[in-house]
């Protein structure tokens, strides 16, 4: 082999080398990556929730207005019946933070933390809500349609003492 050759083959050998390592470290970084949902729960301690939004208008909240205008539940046995709009089970008005549940599984003012949202409280129940499923306010019908339905976990800071 002559000098020229040689240097070649080190550089590339060099590359070889340096791509590997690359390689290995980019696995081991992408281990956690791939991991599920359930997963990553199960090592933080945090449970998997159905997570849903709602918002404070009609289409979430089962409202409509009776013919003098103002808001009235829109189905079920309070159907007709006048409806304090933004005001959640526990008497507080929803805000960025106010979540609903089933309150047979989280009691109200049970405190959480989910990803993307940020920390919250159970202050509102829903009929739709039931079992491990809550439902996150937003102050518009389009941010609540943005976050959507997920999968994903949620960690209980503290349980709540209502009902």
């Excluded at 050998?13 to 696995?27: G, K, V």
């Excluded at 808001?71 to 007709?80: D, H, L, R, T």
């Excluded at 009929?127 to 518009?140: E, Y």
């Amino acid at each position: 082999m002559h000098g020229r050759d040689r240097a070649v083959s080190r550089r590339s050998a060099a590359r070889i080398f340096f791509r590997a390592a690359l390689c290995a470290s980019a696995a081991a970084l992408c281990a956690s990556c791939g991991r599920s949902d359930r997963q990553k729960a199960e090592e933080t301690g945090e449970e998997l929730w159905e997570v849903t939004a709602y918002c404070n208008c009609e289409k979430c909240c089962d409202w409509e207005k009776d013919a003098a205008g103002r808001p009235v539940w829109s189905k079920g046995p309070q159907k007709g019946k006048p409806k304090a709009v933004g005001v959640t089970a526990s008497g507080r008005t929803a805000r960025k933070g106010t979540v609903a549940a089933d309150t047979r599984v989280l009691p109200l003012g049970t405190r959480l933390w989910v990803e993307g949202y940020g920390e919250c409280s159970v202050d509102d129940r829903g009929g739709a809500i039931k079992g491990r499923h809550i439902d996150l306010w937003f102050p518009s019908h389009k941010e609540a349609k943005e976050w959507g339905r997920r999968m994903m976990p949620v960690r209980i800071i503290e349980k709540g003492g209502g009902k």
